[in-house]
């Protein structure tokens, strides 16, 4: 018969650490979807005590943002824009325009900006314009631009679905 494990116990332990720390980490990162995060770290057996990693996080955006669906990759990326607005009291939509290229890399590859608004929308074309060579390979890894030319490619109707919210929403 296995010992039973009582509060103390999980207290005293690693896990515990390891479970604090990821709790801190969730409420201070902006993680695109927590319970999809949390399953992709169990799928692949990610250490506990890692969870709270930012390269564990940035392995998982990159798997992330090319399953997620155009609706909700689109709906996450207003709610951030909205979010930056929101910090330095600005018009939301004039995000790509006012966006420091530090933040907007930043945002690009913590996952908050998704390939699909980047892409596919006036402004997001105009922020890639001016980042410079060294800038566009420190992103490279999460708006991977050939991958995501051919699922533009096969996807019509989801480039024209985010063309028309943008252009609606004046970004």
């Not at 330095?88 to 530090?102: C, G, M, Q, R, Y």
């Not at 890399?105 to 060579?133: D, F, Q, T």
Request: proline share 3%; no cysteine.
């Amino acid at each position: 018969m296995k010992n039973e494990r009582n509060y103390e116990d999980f207290m005293e332990s690693k896990y515990y650490t390891a479970f604090v720390k990821f709790a801190n980490y969730v409420t201070g990162v902006y993680i695109a979807s927590v319970e999809h995060y949390i399953e992709w770290l169990l799928k692949n057996r990610e250490r506990v005590d890692r969870w709270s990693s930012d390269q564990v996080y940035e392995k998982y955006i990159k798997e992330f943002s090319h399953r997620e669906g155009v609706s909700s990759a689109t709906e996450r990326t207003i709610i951030s824009i909205q979010k930056w607005a929101d910090e330095i009291n600005a018009d939301w939509t004039t995000f790509f325009k006012e966006v420091s290229l530090p933040r907007a890399i930043h945002m690009i590859r913590s996952g908050k900006i998704s390939p699909w608004v980047l892409y596919n929308s006036e402004g997001g074309i105009g922020l890639l314009e001016k980042l410079s060579a060294e800038q566009m390979t420190m992103i490279e890894d999460y708006i991977s631009p050939g991958p995501w030319a051919k699922r533009f490619q096969d996807s019509p109707d989801d480039v024209k679905f985010v063309m028309d919210v943008t252009k609606a929403a004046g970004l």
